[in-house]
């Protein structure tokens, strides 16, 4: 595999991000680019960017991008797509005051960066047998793909499907499945913008869609409005995480990350003009907070993590064909 031929894996997989927004602050809650205000350079100045242009129009549109990477085995596809949005937030008074509300205790911070690692079985048909999705501190495990048919009800969606079971813990959810696209959809909470793999915790109120781009698909979303009279249907764009000058290049770049109070690796923020590594990580830093698997090791090392977490995939390899964390 190369990166080409990565990019059209992940634009083959490429999830369907269900976002739910708050109608206090719409703004926030759209998923952004890490660029938003210019460079990867400037990331900490993303959230003056958002207060200009929430002064210049409250009901703008944020071009929304998804990292994704891509590592092979000889038995499976580990596809990882990150979301950021430039903050997470739960009490304000007025987009005005960013640094006076964004306070540690409610655990509000500048960035927040989650996503979700799709597990593909090779053989017999390429199948998702598991999504394991980031929401804050925990990993959340989902298997079983269902193919929602009506209001309150489903069925298998695909009979070959493995029976993926957590050590120690229930499987926390199915795999819901767009309508529209027959793609993985997942469920992105307003404020904190924590990821699931199905409806739990995700709460009521108005929602935007993420379709990958009609070019990546053959398949474009589509919202029937009667249906879904709250919800806008927006394209996003995939961005390699390993891309040239990109996401990857810039992780030792003191103007981008900086490592926080807990070692790990996060988005600077500034405060009284001095840069801090923030709460919000890349991937290469995700990890649960009462699991034994290393940090990171869902990004750089997803066939091991997933030995690690769970069991019922079948053979697993790990022996690496393509993975560009580690240089192979």
């Known amino acids: 595999m190369n990166a080409v031929e990565a990019r059209k894996l992940a634009a083959k997989y490429a999830p369907v991000f269900a976002q739910k927004v708050s109608n206090e602050w719409v703004l926030a809650d759209q998923?952004?680019?890490?660029?938003?205000?210019?460079?990867?350079?400037?990331?900490?100045?993303?959230?003056?960017?958002?207060?200009?242009?929430?002064?210049?129009?409250?009901?703008?549109?944020?071009?929304?991008?998804?990292?994704?990477s891509?590592?092979?085995?000889?038995?499976?596809?580990?596809?990882?797509?990150?979301?950021?949005?430039?903050?997470?937030?739960?009490k304000r008074d007025k987009p005005g005051n960013l640094y006076d509300i964004i306070r540690d205790r409610l655990d509000e911070h500048f960035h927040d960066m989650e996503g979700a690692l799709l597990v593909v079985t090779k053989e017999p048909q390429g199948l998702?047998?598991?999504?394991?999705?980031?929401?804050?501190?925990?990993?959340y495990l989902h298997t079983e793909p269902r193919r929602p048919t009506a209001v309150g009800k489903s069925q298998p969606a695909f009979k070959n499907s493995l029976r993926v079971v957590k050590f120690n813990e229930t499987v926390d959810g199915n795999i819901w499945l767009d309508r529209a696209t027959g793609r993985v959809k997942l469920y992105i909470e307003a404020r904190g913008h924590g990821i699931r793999g199905d409806?739990?915790?995700?709460?009521?109120?108005?929602?935007?869609?993420?379709y990958n781009p009609k070019e990546e698909t053959s398949t474009p979303g589509t919202i029937d409005e009667s249906e879904q009279p709250n919800t806008r249907a927006l394209e996003y764009e995939l961005v390699d995480i390993f891309?040239?000058?990109?996401?990857?290049?810039?992780?030792?770049?003191?103007?981008?990350?900086?490592?926080?109070?807990?070692?790990?690796?996060?988005?600077?923020?500034?405060?009284?003009?001095?840069?801090h590594g923030g709460a919000a990580n890349p991937p290469w830093s995700w990890n649960d907070h009462n699991d034994?698997?290393?940090?990171?090791?869902?990004?750089?090392?997803?066939?091991?993590?997933?030995?690690?977490?769970?069991?019922?995939?079948?053979?697993?390899?790990?022996q690496y064909t393509y993975?560009?964390?580690?240089d192979i």
Do not use: M
Request: overall charge positive.
């Open 31 to 68: 998923i952004a680019p890490i660029d938003f205000a210019g460079s990867f350079k400037t990331v900490a100045d993303n959230p003056d960017a958002l207060e200009e242009l929430y002064q210049k129009n409250k009901n703008a549109l944020i071009g929304a991008k998804i990292y994704y």
């Open 243 to 275: 891309a040239a000058g990109g996401f990857w290049d810039h992780r030792f770049h003191d103007r981008v990350f900086r490592q926080n109070k807990s070692g790990k690796w996060g988005f600077v923020y500034r405060d009284k003009r001095r840069l």
């Open 128 to 139: 998702v047998d598991g999504v394991v999705t980031v929401a804050h501190a925990n990993f």
């Open 323 to 326: 993975n560009p964390y580690q």
């Open 70 to 90: 891509v590592c092979e085995t000889t038995t499976h596809y580990y596809l990882l797509y990150a979301t950021y949005h430039i903050l997470d937030w739960w």
């Open 292 to 318: 034994t698997s290393p940090i990171g090791e869902i990004g750089t090392d997803p066939a091991r993590f997933v030995i690690r977490y769970a069991q019922g995939w079948g053979p697993v390899s790990t």
């Open 199 to 210: 409806h739990k915790h995700w709460g009521g109120g108005d929602q935007i869609w993420y």
